[in-house]
C-alpha cells in the first residue's frame, strides 16, 4: 500500500502565516459549536437535535450560545483557535444574520488564526444564494454536506427529506459561491442498499470531485426508529456485502487520488479535515451549546443535553459564570488508552515518540503484548516511529482497539 | 425449670409427595396453636430458603416447637420437624424420621398415592414410625376423599377410615389434625437418668453462635456448662447455650431432656466435628453405644463447579464446605482444569441438588460459577486388574490399557397414568432402558419398571418425563448395581484443543448424536474471532462431528461522534467486558455459559 498521506498532524495543522497576537505562548485548541435544531429527524439520527423547535426557541437558544462563549472569556486568552466546526442537527437551518450573531461573538471572544478551518454542516435544500455568500463573508471556509445516499428509496428510508436533485442544486451553489473545500457525508449498510446502488452513489459522489468524503457505516442507535424493527433490521446487507462496500470504498476512492487519512474519511492532499484530526490525535477542543463535549487541561466534560435548561440558564440576566459540569479528569492509564484507541483511526497511526514524551514510557512497555498479537496476525504495523493498523486492522479495528484498554 | 413430663411430647414429622400440600400444613399447624400472629405468619413459614420460596419446594429439613392445648385440657409440647419431598432429598426425610415418633402422611384427595406418598411411607415404617394419614385438599373440585382413604389402605394397608379430610389452604379442619397427633402420635419414651444420648439430625452454621447443632434426646439431659462429646468424630467441648425452635427462631431454655427436641451450641471451632447422624454424649458420663444413625448417603452425580473468577477459588471452598454442614451429603474435592482453573469436582445425590446447591453458592454466597457436565461414577477395570471409580472424565485412562468399563445402574419405578404408558415407555427406551414389568395398581394407573443407566436420567430425564405425560407420571428409584458397558470418551476440540471440561463418557451408540448436538450449541455460543475456529467432537482421534465458527471480516466503528470520546469507550469496554467473562482455551475465549449450555441439549425435544 503507497502511504499518500505523511505526516499529516504536526504540519497540516500549525497554522500559516496569519497575523496574530501573542502566538508563541499560546496553546491550540479547537471550537465546536452544537446547533440542535433540523427540519425534522431522520430515522437513524440519535444525536441532539429538536426539529419541533419555534423561531423564539432558536433566537433563545443563539442567545444563551453568545453568552456561554462570552463567559469563557478569561480561559479564551490562553488560546488561538486553530479549528471551528458548526455542527447539528443541520446549522443551515438558521438564519445568516443568526450565524453572523455567533460568528461575532466567537471572534470577539476568541483569538482564531487568520487561516483557520472554519466548517459549516448543511444539508441539501436548506441552501441559498444569499447564505452562501454570507458564509464566505464571515470566513466559513468549509462546507460538510450530508448526502447518505443517491438512492431514493435509500433516502426515503432514511428520512430524509431531499432527493439527489436537490441536492445537485445545493453543490451547483457552493461552488459558485467560491467554496473550494466541500466533504460529502455517505453512507453504506443502509436497509435495502445492495453493493450496487453502493457503488453508484460512490460514482455519483466522485463525479462532483468533493475535497473531501466521509464514508460511515450505519450504526443502528437505541432510541432511534431503526432500533429494534425488524423490517429494517431484516434488510440490513450482510456482513459480507459491507465489507465489500468499504473495501471499494477505500480503492475506488484512492483510484481517483484520495486518500484514506482516517477509518471513515478521505481527502485529497491538504484537505483533511483538521478539526476531525484534533479529536483523533488528542489535541484540546471546547465544545459550545447543548450536549458539547469538551477536551481541555487534561479533563473531559460536556454540557448539559437539556434544551429548556440551556437555554434558562444562559438567559438569566443575573448569569455570572458558566454552567457547573461534572468534570473527568483524564488519569495516565485512560489516557494512554485514549491515545491508542484514537490515534489508531489514523492511517498514520500513533508515534512512538509522542506516547513516550507524553507518558515517559516506551509504547513496548505497555502495549508490548497486544502490538505483538497483533503485528503477529498483520493486522498491524511497526515502522519506525509510527504504530498502524494495516487495512485488514482497519476492518477489525473494534476489535483491536478494545484490546489497547487497560 | 421444672422436668418436662415426657407424656406430654410429641415428636412427629409430616411426609408427602411433592405438591400436596405439605408445607401448608405445617404452616396451618402453626398458625392454628397461636405461635405467630397473624400478621407474623409468613406463607410457609418452615421454607426459610428464598429459594425454597421461589420454588415451592422443602430442600432443607426445618424444626419448629409448638404448644397445644388439646380438648383433655392438657398443654402438649408438639415439635414439628418439615421434610423436603424431592427424590433428591430422601436422605434428609430420613434424618428428620430418626428424630420422631410418628409421621403424618398427607395425601392429596385428588391424585391419590403418588410414588413419593409410597416411598416416604415406607422410610417412615422403616424407622418404626406410627403413620397417620391426612386427606388433604378436599376443596378441589376434583377430590374424591373416599377413593384416596380406599387406596391408603389397599395399597399400603394402615388404617385410613378417621383420617382427617382437611383443607391446608382453607384452614379446614385442622384441630382434627392437632387431635390426632395427639391421640396417636406415642409420646417418647427415655431416661433422665441414663447418660446423655442425642441424635444429631441437622446443624447449621450461624456467624454469631458459631456451630448450632438440631438434635434429638433419647436419654439423658443437657445443659449450659456440660461437657459434651461427639460420639463418631471424638471432638469435645462444653456447652455455651441450649434452647428450642420458635418458628423461625431460636429460644433458649434451661435445659434439654430425654424425648425433646433442641438446639445445642459449644463451642466447636470446626464445623467438620458436628457430622449429621452422629450421637452426643456426656463426656464426663459417656452412654455405651451410640445410636444407630443414619445410612451414610453416598453422592451419584459428580460435576465440575469452578468460580468464574479464578480469585475466587478460596471464597468457593468457604462457601461448600458452610453448605456442606447443612448437608451432609455434599462433597466435594479440589480438581484442576486446563480450561476453568481451579475448582472443586462435587458430588450430589441428584440432579436438582446440583441445581439447588449452585443455586444457593450463587445467592447467597454471591459466586459467579461455571458448572462442567454432571457424570456418574464409572469403574474402569483396567487390563492390570485394576479398578478405578472414575468421576472426572479427564482422568480416564489410555483405551489400550482398559480392560472393560461399568456404568451403575437404577431400578425406576414410574407410576403414570395408562393413557401415557406408550410416550414414557419410548422414553426409557431412547434412554437404554430395559423393560422389567408392568403392572396396573387400578384400572386407570399403571407402574413401570426399568433398568436405567444412571447416566441417562441424571440430566433431564425428570423434564422429559413430566412433559411427555403431560405431568401425569411420577418417578423412583434405587441404585441397582454396576453393569457392564460399552462406554466411550467424548472429546470436544476448539480450534484443535481438546477441552477437558468439556469431556465426558458416553455410551458409544448415543455418542454421534449428542457430539453432533454438542457442535452445534457451541457454535451458536462462541462469538467469532479474527479467525475460524473449528469445533469437533472426537472418540479418541477419530472426529465424529464437526462445525465452523466463520471468522469476524469486518468490525468498525465507521461513525463519527464528534469530540464525545465516552460513547466510543463505552462501546469498546463493552467489547472489552464480554472478553472478561470468557474462558481462553488456546487462542479463543469461550464465554462460560457456552459450558453450561451444552448440559441442557435435549430440553428442546
Given at each position: 500500500m503507497v502511504k499518500c498521506c505523511p505526516n499529516i498532524s504536526d504540519e497540516t495543522i500549525k497554522p500559516g502565516l496569519g497575523i496574530r497576537r501573542d502566538t508563541d505562548v499560546k496553546k491550540e485548541i479547537s471550537l465546536y459549536i452544537h446547533i440542535?435544531?433540523?427540519?425534522n429527524k431522520c430515522n437513524y439520527c440519535d444525536f441532539l437535535?429538536?426539529?419541533?423547535?419555534t423561531g423564539t426557541c432558536k433566537a433563545a437558544y443563539i442567545n444563551a450560545l453568545q453568552r456561554e462563549m462570552e463567559l469563557y472569556a478569561k480561559e479564551a486568552d490562553q488560546y488561538r483557535v486553530v479549528s471551528v466546526y458548526i455542527g447539528?442537527?443541520?446549522?443551515?437551518?438558521?438564519?445568516l444574520e443568526q450565524i453572523e450573531m455567533l460568528m461575532y461573538t466567537l471572534r470577539e471572544v476568541w483569538d482564531v488564526d487568520a487561516d483557520a478551518e472554519i466548517t459549516i454542516e448543511m444539508n441539501p435544500?436548506?441552501?441559498d444564494q444569499m447564505k452562501l455568500l454570507g458564509y464566505r463573508q464571515l470566513g466559513i471556509n468549509r462546507i460538510s454536506m450530508g448526502?447518505?445516499?443517491?438512492?431514493k428509496e435509500e433516502l426515503a428510508c432514511l428520512g430524509r427529506i431531499y432527493n439527489y436533485d436537490h441536492f445537485y442544486i445545493a453543490w451547483k451553489m457552493l461552488r459558485e459561491a467560491g467554496f473550494d473545500n466541500i466533504n460529502i457525508d455517505i453512507m453504506m449498510g443502509?436497509?435495502?442498499?445492495?453493493f450496487q446502488s453502493y457503488q453508484k452513489t460512490l460514482s455519483k459522489v466522485l463525479s462532483l470531485r468533493p475535497e473531501h468524503v466521509s464514508a460511515y457505516s450505519l450504526i443502528i442507535e437505541?432510541?432511534?426508529?431503526?432500533?429494534?424493527n425488524p423490517a429494517v433490521l431484516s434488510q440490513l446487507p450482510d456482513e459480507e456485502t459491507e465489507r465489500m462496500m468499504y473495501t471499494f470504498t477505500k480503492n475506488f476512492l484512492e483510484g481517483y487520488?484520495?486518500?484514506?487519512?482516517?477509518?471513515?474519511n478521505y481527502a485529497v492532499?491538504?484537505?483533511?479535515?483538521r478539526h476531525n484530526i484534533v479529536y483523533w490525535e488528542d489535541r484540546s477542543y471546547l465544545g459550545l451549546g447543548l450536549g458539547a463535549s469538551s477536551y481541555m487541561s487534561g479533563n473531559r466534560f460536556t454540557n448539559t443535553a437539556d434544551l429548556e435548561y440551556y437555554i434558562q440558564y444562559y438567559n438569566d440576566?443575573?448569569?455570572?459564570?458558566?454552567?457547573?459540569l461534572e468534570k473527568t479528569v483524564i488519569d495516565t492509564k485512560t489516557h494512554m488508552e485514549e491515545f491508542m484507541f484514537l490515534g489508531l483511526?489514523?492511517?498514520?497511526?500513533?508515534?512512538r515518540q509522542r506516547f513516550k514524551s507524553l507518558f515517559?514510557?516506551?509504547i513496548y512497555d505497555v502495549y508490548g503484548t497486544v502490538l505483538n498479537k497483533y503485528e503477529g496476525m498483520e493486522l498491524l504495523t511497526v515502522s519506525g516511529d509510527s504504530v498502524s493498523l494495516t487495512a485488514q486492522g482497519v476492518s477489525l479495528s473494534n476489535i483491536i482497539m478494545a484490546d489497547f484498554l487497560l | 425449670m421444672a422436668i418436662i413430663d415426657q407424656k406430654k411430647i410429641r415428636n412427629f414429622c409430616i411426609v408427602a409427595h411433592?405438591?400436596?400440600g405439605k408445607s401448608t400444613l405445617a404452616d396451618r399447624i402453626i398458625e392454628k396453636t397461636g405461635l405467630l400472629t397473624n400478621r407474623e405468619m409468613?406463607?410457609?413459614?418452615?421454607?426459610?430458603?428464598e429459594l425454597e420460596r421461589e420454588r415451592g419446594i422443602t430442600i432443607k429439613a426445618q424444626a419448629v416447637r409448638i404448644i397445644y392445648k388439646a380438648q383433655d385440657g392438657e398443654e402438649y409440647i408438639l415439635n414439628l420437624i418439615d421434610t423436603p419431598g424431592h427424590v433428591d432429598f430422601n436422605y434428609e426425610v430420613s434424618r428428620s424420621l430418626a428424630a420422631c415418633e410418628g409421621a403424618v402422611l398427607v395425601v392429596d384427595a385428588?391424585?391419590?398415592?403418588e410414588a413419593q406418598t409410597l416411598a416416604n411411607v415406607y422410610l417412615a415404617l422403616d424407622h418404626n414410625l406410627d403413620v397417620m394419614p391426612v386427606i388433604n385438599?378436599?376443596?378441589?373440585?376434583?377430590?374424591?376423599p373416599e377413593r384416596v382413604v380406599n387406596e391408603i389402605e389397599d395399597v399400603?394397608?394402615?388404617?385410613?377410615?378417621?383420617a382427617p379430610r382437611i383443607s391446608a389452604k382453607n384452614g379446614l379442619n385442622i384441630e382434627d389434625v392437632l387431635e390426632q397427633i395427639v391421640k396417636k402420635i406415642p409420646a417418647p419414651s427415655g431416661?433422665?437418668?441414663?447418660p446423655l444420648k442425642a441424635l444429631i439430625f441437622d446443624s447449621i452454621y450461624d456467624s454469631y453462635k458459631g456451630v448450632i447443632v438440631f438434635c434429638r434426646l433419647f436419654d439423658g439431659h443437657v445443659s449450659k456448662g456440660t461437657k459434651i462429646?461427639?460420639?463418631?468424630?471424638g471432638a469435645e467441648a462444653e456447652v455455651v447455650e441450649v434452647g428450642i425452635f420458635g418458628a423461625g427462631q431460636f429460644i433458649p431454655c434451661e435445659e434439654l431432656s430425654a424425648g425433646m427436641v433442641g438446639y445445642v451450641t459449644a463451642s466447636?471451632?470446626?464445623?467438620?466435628e458436628t457430622t449429621v447422624g452422629d450421637t452426643i454424649t456426656d463426656?464426663?458420663?459417656?452412654?455405651?453405644e451410640p445410636l444407630a444413625g443414619y445410612k451414610k448417603v453416598n453422592p451419584m452425580v459428580y460435576c465440575g463447579l469452578y468460580p468464574?473468577?479464578?480469585?475466587?477459588y478460596p471464597d468457593l471452598r468457604d462457601a461448600l464446605e458452610k453448605l456442606q454442614l447443612n448437608d451432609a451429603s455434599l462433597s466435594f474435592e479440589p480438581e484442576t482444569s486446563v480450561a476453568l482453573g481451579f475448582g472443586f469436582r462435587c458430588g450430589f445425590l441428584g440432579l436438582l441438588h446440583l441445581e439447588i446447591i449452585q443455586e444457593r453458592l450463587e445467592r447467597e454466597y454471591n459466586l459467579d460459577l461455571v458448572t462442567t457436565a454432571p457424570g456418574v461414577i464409572y469403574k474402569v477395570h483396567k487390563t492390570d486388574g485394576e479398578v478405578i471409580d472414575l468421576?472426572?472424565?479427564?482422568?480416564?485412562?489410555?483405551p489400550s490399557v482398559i480392560e472393560y468399563m461399568e456404568e451403575p445402574y437404577v431400578a425406576a419405578e414410574i407410576m403414570v397414568t395408562t393413557d401415557y404408558v406408550g410416550p414414557i415407555m419410548q422414553l426409557c427406551q431412547e434412554r437404554r432402558g430395559v423393560y422389567k414389568s408392568m403392572e396396573y395398581m387400578e384400572a386407570t394407573r399403571a407402574t413401570l419398571k426399568y433398568d436405567l443407566p444412571l447416566n441417562e436420567i441424571i440430566y433431564d430425564f425428570f423434564d422429559a418425563l413430566k412433559s411427555r405425560s403431560r405431568g401425569y407420571a411420577s418417578f423412583d428409584y434405587e441404585m441397582k448395581g454396576y453393569q457392564r458397558s460399552e462406554l466411550v470418551k467424548l472429546d470436544i476440540l476448539i480450534n484443535r484443543e481438546e477441552v477437558d471440561a468439556l469431556s465426558f463418557i458416553i455410551h458409544k451408540d448415543t455418542a454421534y448424536e449428542r457430539g453432533r448436538k454438542m457442535c452445534e450449541r457451541l457454535k451458536e455460543e462462541i462469538p467469532r474471532h479474527l479467525f475460524e475456529i473449528p469445533i469437533q467432537a472426537a472418540i479418541g482421534s477419530k472426529v465424529i462431528a464437526r462445525e465452523t465458527v466463520k471468522a469476524v471480516r469486518k468490525d468498525v466503528l465507521a461513525k463519527c461522534y464528534g469530540g464525545d470520546i465516552t460513547r466510543k469507550r463505552k462501546l469498546l469496554e463493552k467489547q472489552k467486558e464480554g472478553k472478561k467473562r470468557m474462558r481462553q482455551i488456546g487462542n479463543v475465549e469461550i464465554p462460560q455459559k457456552a459450558f453450561m449450555s451444552v448440559l441442557k441439549l435435549d430440553s428442546g425435544e
Open positions: 440542535p435544531f433540523c427540519v437535535s429538536f426539529p419541533a423547535c447539528g442537527g443541520t446549522p443551515s437551518i438558521l438564519s435544500g436548506t441552501a448526502l447518505q445516499t443517491t438512492n443502509l436497509p435495502g442498499q445492495t437505541e432510541n432511534t426508529p431503526f432500533y429494534n487520488g484520495y486518500c484514506q487519512y482516517e477509518i471513515s492532499e491538504g484537505r483533511e479535515c440576566e443575573k448569569c455570572v459564570s458558566l454552567m457547573p483511526r489514523m492511517m498514520q497511526g500513533v508515534s515517559g514510557k516506551d | 411433592i405438591d400436596h409468613q406463607e410457609q413459614v418452615l421454607d426459610n430458603m385428588a391424585q391419590g398415592i385438599k378436599i376443596d378441589l373440585p376434583s377430590a374424591d399400603i394397608g394402615i388404617e385410613a377410615q378417621d431416661d433422665y437418668e441414663e462429646r461427639m460420639f463418631a468424630t466447636l471451632k470446626n464445623v467438620k463426656a464426663e458420663r459417656p452412654c455405651a468464574s473468577d479464578g480469585a475466587k468421576t472426572n472424565p479427564s482422568n480416564l485412562p489410555d
